[in-house]
């Protein structure tokens, strides 16, 4: 089961498994369903490759720069995959998915007066939070093997040129991503007593790093902070292409992941629950 001084609670995990497996299975439903979508509509546009790559190197170098790069080449199926997949609507569901887990592991309990009866258990709140937190990133894995799946199994089906090493590559810095943006949604749930509070906060901090990364990739003055956007260390096409690890961005992702549940725990366990 797993003892009170903060090891994963399998109680706890199976429970949590069992009240949010409906709403994991709709996320993992959406996300496969527009990987159909993506494939189903690569056919048509495979016949047009030229126009395609015409019409994209006829934008703004800042514009081809804001999605995706300037030196990426979107008439291929992996560039078209960056571009219209990974780089915009799956990016929207799964920060999605992160921040409606990581503000209902804690924030939410507090907020509906639950997490007083969770603590009257023999579980110490250390505990409580590794537990969420192994519950979110199985539940990440999850989605990004539904996410996988069905463009490694489609896309011989509908004449897509996959690099399968590339895709597979995809696994690592999805998951770091990820996992940084939950963790640090984590600990903004252990920081507010109100579930909204969390989720304003980190989705105004999610956008600021957005239109950060934005901004870099097209003034040269901003570029030089640009490390500062969580959205600097996620480059799909990277890994679509090529599968070439970027070493340095994925330790800063992890790093980031490790030092924000350290302050969700430590912030958690010293915060008064009452309210």
């Given amino acids: 089961m797993g003892s009170p001084e903060g090891k994963v609670n399998l109680n706890l995990l199976r429970r949590s498994i069992a009240d949010k497996r409906i709403s994991i299975l709709v996320y993992a439903l959406g996300v496969s369903a527009y990987a159909v979508f993506i494939l189903a509509i690569w056919p048509s546009l495979r016949t047009n490759m030229e126009t395609l790559n015409q019409l994209w190197e006829s934008y703004p170098e800042s514009i081809r720069k804001a999605f995706g790069g300037e030196n990426m080449v979107f008439a291929t199926f992996d560039g078209f995959l960056s571009v219209e997949y990974f780089n915009q609507m799956w990016v929207i569901v799964m920060i999605a998915f992160c921040v409606s887990i990581a503000t209902g592991a804690i924030a939410f309990e507090i907020e509906k007066g639950t997490m007083e009866l969770l603590l009257a258990q023999p579980i110490s709140r250390r505990s409580i939070l590794i537990t969420r937190h192994l519950f979110f990133e199985l539940g990440l894995l999850f989605l990004i093997a539904a996410t996988l799946i069905p463009i490694a199994v489609g896309a011989p ?9 590339g895709l597979l590559a995809m696994i690592v810095p999805s998951f770091l991503f990820f996992t940084a943006i939950g963790s640090m949604t984590f600990f903004f749930s252990s920081l507010f007593n109100s579930r909204g509070v969390a989720i304003f906060v980190a989705l105004g901090i999610i956008i600021f790093f957005y239109a950060l990364d934005i901004l870099a990739k097209i003034n040269d003055t901003i570029s030089n902070v640009h490390f500062l956007s969580l959205f600097y260390y996620w480059d799909p096409y990277r890994y679509l292409h090529n599968a070439s690890f ?12 490790i030092l924000t549940t350290a302050c969700a725990i430590i912030w958690f366990e010293r915060r008064d629950i009452a309210v």
Avoid: G, K, M, Q
């Avoid at 089906?157 to 090493?165: P, Q, T």
């Avoid at 970027?246 to 992941?257: C, K, N, P, Q």
């Fill in 157 to 165: 089906l509908a004449s897509a040129d996959l690099n399968y090493s």
């Fill in 246 to 257: 970027a070493w340095t961005d994925l330790a800063v992702l992890a790093v980031i992941s």
